[in-house]
């Protein structure tokens, strides 16, 4: 199965562009039409968004100076392939040591009183 991930860049575009505090992005997406609550602009820099508005990206990219591309970086490779789990309960990718001792299962404990 092929892994696809990505990395946010805008914290560290932000620092090399002299913008240390996350509120100095508020009035700059303003003057370019994007009104953002200072608390989502603070989300927006020290989180990875999942979704993105195609506005606020070309906005951040005006702002920056940059392309999608360094604010987005993005990786993919091959990850392990999935196998299906066995009906005896065995876990794909671990090797089939009848042997080896296997986690034990909790039981409910049954509380029994001695009769007077």
Same mark, same amino acid.
């Given at each position: 199965m092929r892994?696809?991930s990505?990395?946010w !860049?805008?914290?560290? *575009?932000?620092?090399?562009?002299g913008?240390?505090?996350?509120? @100095? =992005?508020?009035?700059?997406l303003?003057? &370019?039409?994007i009104? =953002?609550?200072?608390?989502?602009?603070?989300? *927006?820099?020290?989180?990875? #968004?999942?979704? *993105? !508005?195609m506005?606020? =990206?070309?906005?951040?990219?005006?702002?920056?100076?940059?392309?999608? $591309? /360094?604010?987005?970086?993005?990786?993919?490779?091959?990850?392990?392939?999935? +196998?299906?789990? $066995?009906?005896?309960?065995? &876990?794909?990718g671990? #090797? /089939? !040591?009848? @042997? $080896?001792? &296997?986690?034990? +299962? #909790?039981?409910?404990?049954?509380i029994?009183?001695?009769?007077?």
């Amino acid at each position: 199965m092929r892994t696809v991930s990505y990395t946010w !860049n805008l914290r560290r *575009l932000m620092a090399e562009h002299g913008m240390f505090a996350t509120t @100095d =992005l508020v009035p700059l997406l303003a003057e &370019r039409g994007i009104e =953002l609550h200072y608390t989502q602009v603070y989300r *927006l820099v020290t989180g990875t #968004p999942e979704r *993105l !508005n195609m506005q606020v =990206l070309a906005a951040l990219c005006d702002i920056l100076g940059v392309t999608p $591309a /360094d604010l987005i970086s993005t990786d993919a490779h091959e990850g392990a392939k999935r +196998t299906r789990r $066995a009906a005896s309960g065995d &876990r794909p990718g671990e #090797p /089939d !040591n009848t @042997d $080896a001792p &296997r986690p034990s +299962t #909790p039981t409910r404990a049954r509380i029994v009183r001695e009769q007077p």
